[in-house]
Protein backbone atom coordinates (compact mmCIF):
# COMPACT_ATOMS: atom_id res chain seq x y z
CA UNK A 1 0.00 0.00 0.00
CA UNK A 2 1.17 3.86 -0.82
CA UNK A 3 0.09 6.59 1.18
CA UNK A 4 1.01 9.73 -0.63
CA UNK A 5 1.17 13.27 1.05
CA UNK A 6 2.43 16.61 1.41
CA UNK A 7 0.23 18.33 -1.40
CA UNK A 8 -1.10 22.03 -0.88
CA UNK A 9 -1.91 25.45 -2.80
CA UNK A 10 1.34 27.77 -3.45
CA UNK A 11 2.49 30.49 -5.30
CA UNK A 12 4.34 30.32 -8.04
CA UNK A 13 8.27 30.06 -7.22
CA UNK A 14 7.45 28.43 -4.04
CA UNK A 15 8.74 24.94 -2.98
CA UNK A 16 6.53 21.69 -1.89
CA UNK A 17 8.02 18.41 -0.44
CA UNK A 18 5.78 15.14 -0.90
CA UNK A 19 6.34 12.06 0.32
CA UNK A 20 5.20 8.49 0.00
CA UNK A 21 4.97 6.09 2.70
CA UNK A 22 5.07 1.96 1.77
CA UNK A 23 3.87 -0.69 3.67
CA UNK A 24 3.09 -4.38 3.13
CA UNK A 25 6.60 -4.74 1.60
CA UNK A 26 9.87 -3.12 2.09
CA UNK A 27 10.51 0.03 -0.63
CA UNK A 28 13.89 -1.56 -1.57
CA UNK A 29 11.72 -4.30 -3.48
CA UNK A 30 10.35 -1.60 -6.09
CA UNK A 31 11.67 0.90 -8.16
CA UNK A 32 9.08 3.53 -7.45
CA UNK A 33 7.83 7.18 -9.39
CA UNK A 34 5.94 10.17 -9.38
CA UNK A 35 3.44 10.46 -11.91
CA UNK A 36 0.83 14.17 -12.28
CA UNK A 37 -2.49 14.15 -13.49
CA UNK A 38 -3.78 18.03 -14.77
CA UNK A 39 -7.48 18.56 -15.19
CA UNK A 40 -7.98 17.24 -18.46
CA UNK A 41 -5.04 15.89 -19.32
CA UNK A 42 -3.37 12.24 -19.07
CA UNK A 43 -1.51 11.11 -16.44
CA UNK A 44 2.29 12.33 -16.70
CA UNK A 45 5.19 10.70 -15.60
CA UNK A 46 7.53 13.14 -13.52
CA UNK A 47 10.67 11.35 -11.99
CA UNK A 48 11.28 7.88 -11.20
CA UNK A 49 14.03 6.02 -8.60
CA UNK A 50 15.92 2.64 -8.54
CA UNK A 51 15.13 0.15 -6.01
CA UNK A 52 18.36 1.18 -4.13
CA UNK A 53 17.70 4.62 -4.40
CA UNK A 54 21.09 5.69 -7.03
CA UNK A 55 19.59 5.87 -10.24
CA UNK A 56 16.52 8.36 -11.14
CA UNK A 57 15.18 9.70 -14.25
CA UNK A 58 13.08 13.20 -15.00
CA UNK A 59 10.88 14.59 -16.97
CA UNK A 60 12.38 17.18 -19.00
CA UNK A 61 9.66 19.87 -17.76
CA UNK A 62 11.00 19.16 -14.24
CA UNK A 63 14.95 19.01 -14.32
CA UNK A 64 17.08 21.23 -12.10
CA UNK A 65 13.88 21.59 -10.02
CA UNK A 66 12.80 18.87 -8.99
CA UNK A 67 14.32 15.84 -6.54
CA UNK A 68 13.10 12.55 -6.01
CA UNK A 69 14.51 10.83 -3.50
CA UNK A 70 14.52 7.35 -1.57
CA UNK A 71 14.60 5.82 1.95
CA UNK A 72 14.66 2.46 1.99
CA UNK A 73 15.27 2.13 5.99
CA UNK A 74 11.94 4.23 6.49
CA UNK A 75 10.16 3.00 3.48
CA UNK A 76 9.21 6.25 2.10
CA UNK A 77 9.66 8.02 -0.92
CA UNK A 78 9.93 11.83 -1.25
CA UNK A 79 9.65 14.47 -4.17
CA UNK A 80 11.37 17.75 -3.16
CA UNK A 81 9.42 20.29 -5.50
CA UNK A 82 11.34 23.65 -6.39
CA UNK A 83 10.58 26.85 -8.76
CA UNK A 84 7.00 25.48 -8.81
CA UNK A 85 5.17 26.78 -11.71
CA UNK A 86 1.51 26.85 -12.56
CA UNK A 87 1.76 24.47 -14.88
CA UNK A 88 3.02 21.99 -11.82
CA UNK A 89 -0.28 22.09 -10.70
CA UNK A 90 -2.00 18.51 -10.81
CA UNK A 91 -2.97 15.68 -8.53
CA UNK A 92 0.15 13.90 -8.14
CA UNK A 93 0.73 10.10 -7.59
CA UNK A 94 3.14 7.83 -5.93
CA UNK A 95 3.90 4.09 -7.93
CA UNK A 96 5.59 1.28 -7.37
CA UNK A 97 6.83 -1.62 -9.27
CA UNK A 98 9.06 -3.95 -10.59
CA UNK A 99 10.42 -2.47 -13.80
CA UNK A 100 13.76 -0.57 -14.02
CA UNK A 101 13.03 3.28 -14.12
CA UNK A 102 9.75 2.88 -16.22
CA UNK A 103 8.47 6.14 -17.24
CA UNK A 104 5.08 4.65 -18.45
CA UNK A 105 2.29 4.28 -15.78
CA UNK A 106 2.06 0.55 -17.32
CA UNK A 107 5.33 -0.09 -15.42
CA UNK A 108 3.90 0.00 -11.66
CA UNK A 109 1.31 -2.37 -10.17
CA UNK A 110 0.66 -0.06 -6.73
CA UNK A 111 -0.61 3.34 -6.98
CA UNK A 112 -1.01 6.10 -4.04
CA UNK A 113 -4.50 7.83 -3.96
CA UNK A 114 -2.93 11.26 -5.41
CA UNK A 115 -2.03 15.12 -3.38
CA UNK A 116 -3.41 17.50 -4.88
CA UNK A 117 -0.65 20.33 -5.54
CA UNK A 118 -2.00 24.16 -6.76
CA UNK A 119 0.31 26.24 -7.81
CA UNK A 120 -1.49 30.05 -8.49
CA UNK A 121 -0.75 33.71 -8.02
Known amino acids: QLQASGGGSVQPGASLRLSCAVS????????MAWFRQAPGKEREFVAT????????LYHDSVKGRFTISKNNNQNTMTLQMNSLKPEDTAVYYC????????????????WGQGTLVTVSS
Open 95 to 110: AAGPSILGQDPSSYYY
Open 49 to 56: ISRPGGSS
Open 24 to 31: GRPSSAFT
